[in-house]
Nanobody, 126 residues
Framework: QGRLMESGGGSAQSGGSLRLSCAAPGYLVGSYCLHWLRQGPGKAREGVAVIEPDGTTAYASSVEGRFTISKDVDKSTVFLQMNGLNTEDTATYLC????????????????????WGQGTQVIVSS
């Protein structure tokens, strides 16, 4: 599978914003379910958001209204705009591309074979 590469992580204050980017092979950005997931310290990995090939989006309830997933097919890049950050958002954020086997891509549901990035760390301080 193609390799993905995240960027844009860093530190932010509570209430602040960060924008993550994920560069991916073009064929993945155009036709796969594109996911953002995260794993916080001592926590299980969880889905954050997903964007369909047609641009339809879905979010975890914990981030809905604060985070926005988008993609630029021409630049083969997926974005995660994170606003209103809080300390619970501290985690390593990963992007993943998963084949679209079902009618709808589902947040955090990966059927494989999945292409992964290496992750980017986000630290939110109060």
């Amino acid at each position: 599978q193609g390799r993905l590469m995240e960027s844009g992580g860093g530190s932010a204050q509570s209430g602040g914003s960060l924008r993550l980017s994920c560069a991916a092979p073009g064929y993945l950005v155009g036709s796969y379910c594109l996911h953002w997931l995260r794993q916080g310290p001592g926590k299980a990995r969880e889905g954050v958001a997903v964007i369909e090939p047609d641009g339809t989006t879905a979010y975890a309830s914990s981030v809905e209204g604060r985070f926005t997933i988008s993609k630029d097919v021409d630049k083969s890049t997926v974005f995660l705009q994170m606003n209103g950050l809080n300390t619970e958002d501290t985690a390593t954020y990963l992007c993943a591309a998963d084949p679209k086997w079902t009618e709808r891509c589902q947040v955090g549901v990966l059927s494989g074979p999945t292409s992964w990035g290496q992750g980017t760390q986000v630290i939110v301080s109060s």
